[in-house]
């Protein structure tokens, strides 16, 4: 069901950043594809069986790399599609996603008021609601990922051997998938949720082993700042993830600044938290070869400048 152009990323070990980390890194990265994040991996298997079961809209809430996937995905299957997102929502995915023919609909409010605005939206025009990491299409597509990890040389047959995984962490469709891919074909390589400190709900929430909400986020990773975890979605994660760590917010401008430095990739914050939760406890890796998933790469140039301090004219 899902297009090729989306399979198969690159996985490489970057060893020009391996001297500041003190340990072995390789990247799987998710952003050279038309949408720049893994996101289409899941909307390809919702959009494909819709156009296969006649229907004709469907809509989702979306910080915006979801509604970008879902748009692309939708529009090649004749869809329409229909994005609710916060008014604060970065202008260059808002931009991307109304570039795909999607209808973009903005509250005044957060990730979690556009879930309920969608949500009202498919019960009112009688069309299917995606809605990211509950449904497990889109925890399916991500899981081709852990695939693709699992079977991959050298990362997980060579010397060093992969041994940890690391996985931002927000909704949880990445983390659920992937991690059950890897525990259940390479048990022994741990999986390590990362998330910020602005935004902790679903690490608070595996932590305590109850849904934990909070009242507000605060961080500049827009792609994971949830308040309010999903139920269903946090028993799974918690049958994958060895554990979730917070990582704060200057880690995470420090590793975007490295992965330009380093390894000429730009990133939005949130494919950055692998190499921030390593910055934060180098003694914890040292020595060990791990794999991060950069998650994609929607960044507004202005606000990417102003914090890593670079343009990123030239990158890919």
Known sequence: MIDPVFLDTPLYRCEALEPALGCAVSIKLETANPVRSFKARGTEVVAS?????????????????????????GRGRGLDVTVVASRFAPAAKLDRIRALDARVELVDGDFDLARERAAAV?????????????????????????????????????????????????????????????????????????????????????????????????????????????????????????DAVL?????IVAGMRMLLD??????????????????????????RHVVTIVCGSNVDADDYRRRVGAAPTHRS
Do not use: Y
């Open 49 to 73: 069986q819709l156009a296969e079961h006649g229907s004709r809209a469907v809509v989702c809430a979306s910080a915006g790399n979801l509604g970008q996937a879902l748009a692309w995905s």
């Open 122 to 242: 498919a019960r009112h025009d009688g069309i299917r609601l995606v809605e990211d990491s509950l449904d497990l299409e889109t925890c399916e597509g991500a899981a081709t990922i852990g695939l693709e990890l699992v079977d991959a040389t050298p990362s997980f047959d060579s010397e060093p051997s992969c041994d940890a995984v690391l996985i931002a962490l927000g909704g949880g469709a990445l983390a659920t998938g992937v991690g059950h891919v890897v525990k259940a074909l390479a048990p022994d390589v741990e999986v390590i949720c990362v998330q910020p400190l602005g935004a902790p709900a679903m690490t608070l929430s595996w932590r305590g082993r109850r849904v934990v909400t909070t009242d507000s986020t605060n961080t500049i990773a827009d792609g994971v700042a949830g308040r309010r975890p999903i139920a269903a979605v946090l028993a799974d994660l918690l049958l994958v993830a060895d």
């Open 247 to 251: 990582v704060q917010e200057a880690s």
């Open 262 to 287: 380093h390894a000429g990739l730009v990133v939005e914050p949130s494919a950055a938290l692998g190499i921030a939760a390593i910055l934060e406890d180098r003694d914890r890796f040292a020595g």
